[in-house]
């Protein structure tokens, strides 16, 4: 069988690294698998020129898919607890319309550059779209639970959804658990079932939630606030809560002691101190990563993470889109784009960084996906509108493979 060769050379190359240059081409089969990158000099004719800069597929560390149907529904600004009050009551809707908005989305996720996706399930609703396998889902299966005696039923519905899970989407190429169990957030998990979490998960990677308003760590240093109207809005019972008189990372961070990989979602609040707790954590397991979701921290709460405090440790951080319930759409470079507005000082290579090789890291994709590495079919994306690397106002991204 003859292979068939493609050539691309951009107006620079980003390897999931670094910058190449321009008068790198890179060289992938029809299919994407990277066979190498050679100076033009040595590349041979049937060069496919692209105005524009070239990049690896990116990685959706954060999404749900399944409220995908809620796209512009929930209005901006209600703030963490009336947003989750809404959602509760979005998620009653016809089926055949959420199948529907969890295609479109995963469409829109395809087309703007992103190969793999962290996808938070509360039910199954996602897995018929996922079986099609156009792109690659680390499935966080959600639980949560405030009243301590919920602990062992939620857990067992959370083993079924597991197992039904790797059931319907077990990948032939794989040995890696692709699905597995964690807690929603701080707030909404007892004691009682973060150990059984713990005891379920070891050496497994987890996702969750964590300091996303200021209003958590409030609940957990005093249990006074947003956090506790909302508990009593929705009838559950949080007598049984304690406060830690610490922030939320610093309570729940020691439940965990298995050598679980951990990921953590949006960081609003996350302080230098909760930074050096984490990074003192002799029971974490290979790694840990922090997950910037800034557009739906906008659409809610009109915040952002706290970046010049999280910038020391960029090596761990990824990039998000959350729910289309919280943003007006599922592109990473769009995440980029508001990080660069906000933030015009982090080099365009740093944003990459977390969005592709970073990201694959966090979902123990890396082998695959990532980067421009002889072996990977990490896809390619070109990001278009540029004036310069620095300048992405105008800017977009496309799929290319
Ligand atoms: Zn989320």
Redesign the pocket.
């Known amino acids: 069988m003859e292979m068939n060769y493609r050539k691309w050379q951009a107006n620079d190359i980003f390897s999931g690294n670094s910058w190449l240059g321009p008068n790198q081409v890179l060289i992938t089969t029809d299919q994407g698998l990277v066979v190498d990158i050679k100076d033009e000099k040595e590349a041979g004719d049937g060069i496919t020129q692209l105005t524009g800069f070239l990049c690896p597929g990116f990685i959706n560390a954060?999404c749900?898919l399944e409220l995908s149907h809620m796209k512009g529904m929930i209005p901006i600004h209600t703030g963490l607890t009336e947003f989750i009050l809404q959602i509760v009551q979005l998620r009653k809707s016809d089926e055949e319309f959420i199948y529907q908005s969890i295609a479109a989305a995963e469409k829109q996720m395809w087309e703007s550059g992103i190969v793999a996706v962290g996808d938070?399930c509360n039910n199954e609703l996602s897995i018929q779209q996922k079986k099609n396998g156009r792109l690659r889902y680390h499935n966080f299966i959600e639980i949560s639970g405030v009243p301590a005696f919920l602990a062992q039923n939620r857990i067992q519905a959370g083993i079924e959804l597991v197992n039904k899970f790797k059931d319907e989407l077990s990948l032939p190429n794989t040995a890696l658990p692709a699905s597995t169990i964690v807690p929603h957030a701080p707030y909404s998990v007892s004691a009682e079932l973060f150990d059984l979490i713990n005891q379920e998960t070891a050496e497994q990677l987890l996702s969750i939630?964590n300091q996303e308003t200021i209003e958590e760590n409030e609940l957990f240093q005093t249990g006074t606030g947003a956090f506790m109207e909302m508990f009593q809005q929705l009838n559950i019972d949080a007598s049984s809560f304690q406060p830690s008189g610490t922030t939320s990372l610093q309570k729940w961070i020691p439940y965990f002691n298995k050598q679980q990989s951990l990921l953590l979602?949006h960081n609003v609040v996350t302080n230098t101190d909760d930074l050096i707790f984490l990074n003192q954590q002799q029971s974490i397991g290979k790694s840990c990563y922090l997950c910037l979701c800034p557009n739906a921290n906008l659409y809610i709460s009109n915040s952002l993470p706290n970046l010049p405090a999280l910038l020391p440790y960029s090596h761990a951080l990824v990039i998000g889109t959350?729910?289309l319930a919280s943003n007006h759409q599922l592109s990473v470079w769009e995440e980029i784009k508001v990080l660069k507005k906000h933030y015009p000082t982090i080099p365009t290579s740093t944003l990459l960084q977390w969005a592709t090789i970073n990201g694959a890291h966090a979902l123990n994709m890396q082998h695959q996906l990532g980067s421009f590495e002889k072996g990977k079919v990490p896809g390619l994306v070109l990001l278009e509108g540029m004036e310069n690397k620095e300048d992405l106002v105008h800017s977009s991204s496309r799929r290319i493979i």
Do not use: A, E, Q
Request: charged share 15%; aromatic share 0%; hydrophobic share 30%.
């Open positions: 954060h749900h938070i939630h979602v959350d729910s």
